[in-house]
C-alpha cells in the first residue's frame, strides 16, 4: 500500500477501509478504535449551533436497508478480528442506529465483550420535533479478539484519574472543543478527551493503534500525544488532509 502520509509514527491511507483492512498482517495490531457510519443521511434535519440543518453527512454515510448494513459491518469487523494481536482489543462508537448492528455481528463472531461505556454529553442538541427525549449518549463497546484474549488494561491510572476509586462505565465529556476543529470540521468528531481515555485505558507506549474510519484524525492526533504508533484509513482526502495539520502541529502534543 501507497501511503497519503507517512511520519515515523503515523501512517494515513486514502481508499475504501474494507479493501485496505484485507493488506494488513494477521495479529499485528494492538488496539483499534472504530467510528464506522452511521448511516443517518437521509435527508432529515437536526439542530446545530441553533439552527436547522440537514442531517446528510456526505455519500460514504448513506446505504439503503439495515440488510446492507449488516452486510457492511460483517466485513470489517471480520478482518478487525483477523489483524488484532491475540490479546489485542477494539473499541467502537456509536449510536442506536448502527450499534446493535454491530454489537450482535460482534457476539456472532466470538468476540469477547468487556464493556460498554455510555459516552454523555452535558451539552447535546435539541430535539427538535419535542416528541422524544433529546438524545445524548453514545455508546462504545469495548471487546477483546476472542473468550481466549488476556486483554490489557491500565486499571491503576484510570483509579487515579478517577480520584482513587474505581472508574464508572459512564463518562462525561463535551463535544470537541474549538480548537480541536480549527483547521476544518468532520460531522461525527469526536472529542479528544474520549481517545485519551480509550488509548491510556488500553495500552501502552510504542503500541500500535488503528482507525479504519478516522475521519478528520482525532485518533492519530491522541496516539502521537501518548506516544503511540498509528494507522489511519479514510477514504475522502479533505479528512486526511486536515487530519495532517493536526498531527503536524506541536501543540496538540499537549492537552
Do not use: A
Not at 494477521?26 to 432529515?44: A, K, R, V
Not at 478516522?214 to 477514504?235: A, H, M, W
Amino acid at each position: 500500500m501507497k501511503p497519503y502520509y507517512k511520519t515515523d509514527k503515523t501512517t494515513l491511507y486514502n481508499g475504501d477501509s474494507l479493501e485496505l483492512l484485507k493488506k494488513i498482517d494477521e495479529d499485528s495490531i494492538d488496539l483499534i478504535f472504530s467510528d464506522p457510519p452511521y448511516f443517518l443521511s437521509g435527508d432529515g434535519i437536526t439542530c446545530q449551533n441553533g439552527k436547522m440543518v440537514s442531517v446528510n453527512k456526505g455519500d460514504w454515510d448513506k446505504i439503503d436497508t439495515y440488510k446492507e448494513i449488516g452486510l457492511f459491518n460483517e466485513v470489517w469487523l471480520k478482518e478487525c478480528q483477523r489483524i488484532l494481536k491475540p490479546n489485542g482489543t477494539i473499541w467502537i462508537s456509536g449510536t442506536h442506529h448502527n450499534i446493535y448492528s454491530v454489537g450482535n455481528i460482534m457476539k456472532v463472531m466470538g468476540y469477547k465483550f468487556l464493556n460498554v461505556v455510555t459516552w454523555e454529553k452535558p451539552n447535546p442538541p435539541p430535539n427538535l420535533s419535542c416528541r422524544y427525549f433529546t438524545h445524548s449518549t453514545e455508546q462504545v463497546i469495548w471487546c477483546s479478539k476472542n473468550e481466549k484474549s488476556k486483554h490489557p488494561f491500565n486499571y491503576d491510572l484510570m483509579r487515579e484519574i478517577n480520584g482513587g476509586k474505581q472508574m464508572k462505565d459512564v463518562w462525561t465529556f463535551t463535544s470537541p472543543k474549538p480548537n480541536e476543529k480549527r483547521y476544518g470540521k468532520h460531522p461525527t468528531q469526536k472529542p479528544e478527551i474520549l481517545l485519551e481515555r480509550i488509548i491510556q485505558s488500553s495500552s501502552s507506549e510504542g503500541d500500535l493503534v488503528l482507525d479504519p474510519f478516522q475521519g478528520s484524525g482525532t485518533t492519530g492526533v491522541v496516539s502521537k500525544r501518548l506516544n503511540r504508533n498509528y494507522i489511519g484509513f479514510d477514504l475522502e482526502k479533505e479528512y486526511l488532509d486536515v487530519s495532517i495539520k493536526r498531527i503536524k502541529n506541536k501543540n496538540n502534543l499537549f492537552n
